[in-house]
């Protein structure tokens, strides 16, 4: 009797051996790596000359599209300036006809036609300067997004390069990760990826796409970076959700 009770709890053990195996197998075969999201782009938008804050035409939270006017700045001079040399290129233009018929009828020389040309090409390319500081007082927003910053308001200055709204474009999401050399075999740049978003949405599963993987491993942590962009026209996940990605190990 002694042999046979051996030979079965060998078996038995065999058994639960293998089984542990096979069970640790499947295990391996996929992992969860957790990591943050973040909005596709976030723009800080400047204003880029020194001036007066006029009137703030948005507020956090509100959609913008791209070009749309966020703020504009006190112009007054440089309105007035534009005006000024409308006028000024009205009576060039009148002096260069003038010139020309003179010309054409040889009592002027080509020469006075050449200044006249001159003068008058000269006052257009001031007024386009002119045009152009009023258009730098007109703070537009440069993206399609959502307004999350606004940090001036009417009647407040406003320095050179200094801040004035942060806009975020939320449609789609870069999935950041931190990962390690192990896990390499599995990414392949321009695959798909099971995420999830365990606290914003519980219980449902999304795709990725694997847009970039760091060239090099951090020689002290042992890590590298890795990329997905998320579609996030239907789901509406909000940019900083925590996000995890499942990576399949199986042909490791």
Same mark, same amino acid.
């Given at each position: 009797m002694y042999p046979l009770y051996r030979f079965v709890r060998l078996r038995s053990l065999f058994a639960a051996s293998l089984g542990f195996l096979v069970s640790s197998s499947l295990l391996a075969e996929t992992r969860w790596v957790e990591g943050i999201s973040q909005p596709m782009e976030r723009i800080t938008v400047s204003s880029p000359v020194e001036e007066i804050v006029k009137s703030v035409s948005v507020s956090e939270g509100d959609e913008v599209?791209?070009?749309q006017v966020l703020a504009e700045l006190l112009s007054s001079q440089e309105r007035l300036e534009v005006e000024r040399l409308e006028v000024l290129i009205e009576k060039a233009e009148v002096d260069f006809k003038a010139t020309a018929d003179l010309v054409a009828e040889r009592i002027e020389s080509e020469d006075k036609l050449v200044e006249a040309r001159t003068a008058l090409q000269s006052l257009k390319i001031e007024r386009e300067i002119a045009l152009n500081d009023v258009e730098e007082r007109i703070i537009r927003s440069p993206i399609a997004g959502v307004v999350v910053f606004r940090l001036k308001d009417p009647g407040e200055a406003i320095g050179r390069v200094e801040p004035l709204f942060e806009v975020i474009k939320s449609d789609q999401l870069k999935l950041q990760f931190f990962m390690s050399a192990s896990d390499l075999p599995a990414l392949q740049v321009g695959g798909?990826?099971?995420?999830?978003? $365990?606290?914003?949405? $519980?219980g449902q599963t999304f795709t990725a796409r694997l847009d970039f993987v760091d060239p090099q491993i951090d020689s002290r942590s042992g890590l590298f970076r890795v990329r997905y962009v998320f579609d996030n026209t239907q789901a509406g996940v909000k940019p900083g959700a925590r996000v995890q990605v499942k990576l399949d190990l199986g042909d490791q």
């Open positions: 599209e791209a070009g798909e990826a099971e995420v999830q978003f $365990p606290i914003a949405k $519980p």
